[in-house]
């Protein structure tokens, strides 16, 4: 008879491994619909958001921009839905079937990450969308306005914080090396902010491989430390969320068949800040998503730099692009981020085992 722990593992690996499958059967019919449809950009980003022309970015990426198509994080979203859906059916229909038990739709574990990637996705879906249609702001290649993408983030933001606060009575946080502190009606402020700020790190795309790569230590990490807790729904879920962001980093790596896009990038980043939450580690999170912190620093720097400076600190921000502009390849740059980001998670996965013996 096979200890429950043991079982865990065999279900936690099957669904990494059908969520891989799967997606890796998908995915060249996305591909060839995304040519067909020609969903790239119709003109390339030639301005910031505050109207400042970039020229090394367009020089570098314009190209790119108008001839590879976005929306490849349907692949991810999409594969998650389609497993999700597949054994949450298969063990309502047949509950007394073996594959029943690769269900891992929880509401304490899985409702609400399932919503926010849901969500956040398919808004990014819309953005991304306008843009191959070429509509809204001129000057940042068409999509949503910013104001009301992150409106929509807010209001994800807010229903979650609800969420945690009301329906799963979540008041307090872990501190590494002290303990749980209460912080009462503090922590659906703190929720909205954490939510809003690591959609912000999206701002990690743009080269060929960099976002996947990124982004797949980092929940290794998190699924690490979910298992270590006994959330083992919810590493189900970051299983299958892993399997399917292999399966595009497959496809991405240069040279990339398509681009993850808002509708990907949003969603997994959205998606990422609930996992800490939901796992009492939302104080590791900068420190096991080190990349995406390093990424958003280097923009808010470069805009505050301009705004009060009147002057540029780096070439190009975020800071990926600083480092071509400085003669680094595109491969280098991509696969050294890969590498502090599995660093930067490894130290994240350090501290919260060193944390529980004190």
Known sequence: MLQPSVLFIIKILTLFVASFSIAIFFAPFLIKILYAKKAWKKRAREETFGGEKIPIFTRLHGEKEVSTPRMGGILIWGTVFLVTAATFLISYFFPDSPLAKLNFVSRRETWLPLFTLLSASLLGLVDDVLIVQDKGPRYIGGGIRLKVRLAMILLIAILGAWWFYFKLGWSSIHVPFVGNVEIDGFYLLLFVFVVVATYSTSVVDGLDGLSAGVLAPIFMAFGVIAYAQGHYELTSLIAVIIGA??????????????????????????????????TNTVLLLPIIALVLVGETASVIVQLFSKKFFKRKVFLSAPIHHHLQALGWPESQVTMRFWIISAIASTLGLIIFFLSRFF
């Open 245 to 278: 962001l292999v399966t595009y980093l497959w496809f991405n790596v240069h040279p990339a068949k398509f681009f993850m896009g808002e509708t990907g990038i949003m969603g997994l980043t959205v998606t990422l800040a609930v996992i800490a939450f939901l």
